[in-house]
């Protein structure tokens, strides 16, 4: 086998195209969206070398239009589940004993595709079956899928780098880094393509096999990305593409002995519930598996009375309601103070004016639909309950229709309880609401930013003032794994700002860093002695001299 010390190419964050009007890259993307909206698909699941297919058909309906049938899908059972699972057992051994550099030719590879032929395509699909403009489906589908794919092969090759620092004389010390003995389970959101991507392949990176569940409101981009990491040349088995109920793939896999670990990006809920299902069957498995999770958020813009208006009413509009709220940083609890509160409103109230809502295949909505029926009814039924409230003001919006799709209108409600229901719950959504408080009260609303929700995912300072500035950075260190001064509190980048939270938002294991890769190998340490002692006595066992 030909051996050598490989440098890959440097990892660029990939330029975001802006769809103007008449670029030619909006009339691409347009040609895109009526090609697969033409047109009716069934998605097949990727077990090994097959494409599968089940007597069980689900539809993929747009948000923003759910008369209309994109595709179908085939759900699987239980045996689909130990299907995958086989395959990439099967898989394995070769898969590990490829060149670490034959495997990230496959997703530097795959990186390509996707800023290449596949960009409208994957695109087209991430606005279409989940509802995300041109804008924020370019940001997430191309651009951070890229990212991730090119800078966690770079991170790949930062790791194999590190070694021992000291090896005496007559002794040579190295690590090598193992793969998980065993398959990783990727259980996948809806709301972020890349999040979807960069879950399995961050792990197949490191020499493990997949069996990959994405949510089912995100299986018509998912099949895209499979089709690009098949052409890209990821082997059969390695990444294992399977639509079933949650429920159904936990009780298979985390029973399995062979199961090492689980990349999860979801509910608080739910990856609760796996933890203590991995701990329960702890004794069942070869070795303790790697739990890795990000799990949400409530996150926080918190204003200075020092604060520029304008940044703050622009961080709320842009943090709240990008993506309908359902990122899990976006902004959905603010603490506006008394002084700047008139002059943010009035901004605020400006600009929602002028914001559209509609269908993603028109490029002046900013707004679209939520993601399904229960989400439209779950979030109407808060902003109901905040209407009939008399210590709740609906500042803006509070209009929800779900006739053509799901929409549910940008909303900012003003509470008079900083502990009010929407200001510590999850409602992943654009519901935004903000507390205003006494200017004076700066110090104290430090603590009840820090104490009001169980997350700590994404949260910002807006401030003028560097003493404040250094005092709210000081003090909220623990409510946010990600924390922005004078910005919104979304929109991570890779490469830039590694991506995670602690508390109740998950394990902090930062996607789109070295952090989050070395989870997926098992370190093994060597040391080889060149000429090894040949009598088992130690100086000191000698008697004295005479």
């Known amino acids: 086998m030909l051996k050598g010390f490989f440098n890959v190419p440097t990892p660029h964050n990939e330029p975001v195209l802006n769809y103007a009007a008449g670029s030619s890259e909006r009339a691409l993307l347009q040609a895109a969206l009526t090609e697969a909206r033409s047109q009716q698909i069934d998605i097949p699941m990727y077990i090994g070398d097959k494409e599968v297919r089940t007597a069980t058909k689900l539809d993929i309906r747009p948000p923003h239009d759910h008369q209309h049938v994109l595709a179908t899908f085939s759900e699987g059972d239980e045996g689909t589940v130990k299907d995958a699972i086989a395959a990439a057992l099967a898989a394995k051994a070769d898969w590990e004993r490829l060149p670490w550099e034959q495997r990230a030719a496959i997703f530097l590879k795959a990186a390509d595709l996707l800023a290449g032929p596949y960009r409208m395509k994957i695109n087209a699909a991430t606005m279409l079956g989940q509802s995300k403009?041109?804008?924020?489906?370019?940001i997430d589908s191309a651009c951070e899928m890229i990212d991730f794919l090119r800078f966690n092969v770079h991170y790949m090759t930062e790791i194999y780098q590190q070694q021992p620092p000291i090896s005496p004389k007559g002794i040579w010390n190295r690590v090598e880094q193992r793969p998980l003995e065993g398959f990783v389970f990727a259980l996948t959101p809806f709301n972020f393509t890349a999040i979807a991507g960069n879950l399995p392949t961050?792990?197949?990176?490191m020499g493990n096999v997949v069996v990959w569940k994405p949510a089912y409101t995100q299986i018509y981009a998912a099949n895209v990305l499979m089709q690009v990491f098949r052409e890209a040349g990821v082997p059969p088995g390695v990444i294992n593409l399977i639509y079933v109920d949650g429920p159904v793939a936990g009780d298979v896999i985390f029973n399995h002995p062979d199961f090492a670990g689980i990349h999860f990006t979801g509910s608080t809920p739910v990856f609760q519930t796996i933890w203590q299902t991995i701990g329960n069957n702890i004794h069942k498995y070869k070795s303790y598996p790697r739990i890795v999770g990000e799990t949400g958020g409530k996150d926080f813009v918190l204003a200075h009375p020092s604060a520029n208006a304008e940044v703050v009413s622009?961080?709320?509009?842009?943090g709240a309601f990008e993506y309908q709220g359902q990122k899990c940083s976006a902004a959905s609890r603010a603490y506006v103070p008394a002084s700047l509160w008139p002059k943010v409103k009035e901004l605020m109230q400006r600009d929602l004016a002028s914001i559209k809502m509609g269908p993603v295949e028109d490029f002046g909505n900013f707004v679209n639909a939520v993601i399904t029926e229960a989400s439209f009814d779950k979030l109407a039924k808060y902003i109901d309950a905040a209407k009939a409230d008399s210590g709740v003001e609906v500042v803006a919006g509070g209009g929800y229709n779900k006739t053509k799709g799901w929409f549910i209108e940008p909303t900012v409600l003003k509470v008079n309880d900083p502990y009010y229901v929407t200001m510590c719950t999850e409602l992943f959504g654009p519901v935004l609401t903000v507390y205003v408080y006494e200017d004076?009260?700066?110090?104290?609303?430090?603590?009840?930013?820090?104490?009001t929700s169980v997350y700590a995912l994404t949260g910002s300072i807006i401030s003028q003032d560097r003493y404040a500035i250094a005092q709210a950075?000081?003090?909220?260190?623990?409510?946010?794994?990600?924390?922005?001064?004078?910005?919104?509190?979304?929109g991570a980048v890779v490469g830039q700002q590694p991506f995670g939270g602690a508390r109740g938002s998950g394990t902090n294991d930062k996607a789109g860093s070295m952090i989050n890769l070395l989870r997926w190998v098992s370190p093994r340490t060597i040391k080889e002695t060149f000429d090894p002692p040949k009598d088992y006595r130690y100086p000191f066992l000698a008697p004295p001299a005479p």
């Open 473 to 490: 950075t000081y003090h909220l260190r623990n409510a946010a794994g990600n924390f922005y001064i004078n910005d919104k509190p979304t």
């Open 133 to 138: 403009n041109a804008y924020q489906a370019e």
């Open 202 to 205: 961050s792990a197949a990176m």
């Open 314 to 318: 622009t961080a709320l509009v842009r």
């Open 440 to 451: 004076e009260q700066f110090d104290e609303i430090l603590d009840v930013v820090d104490k």
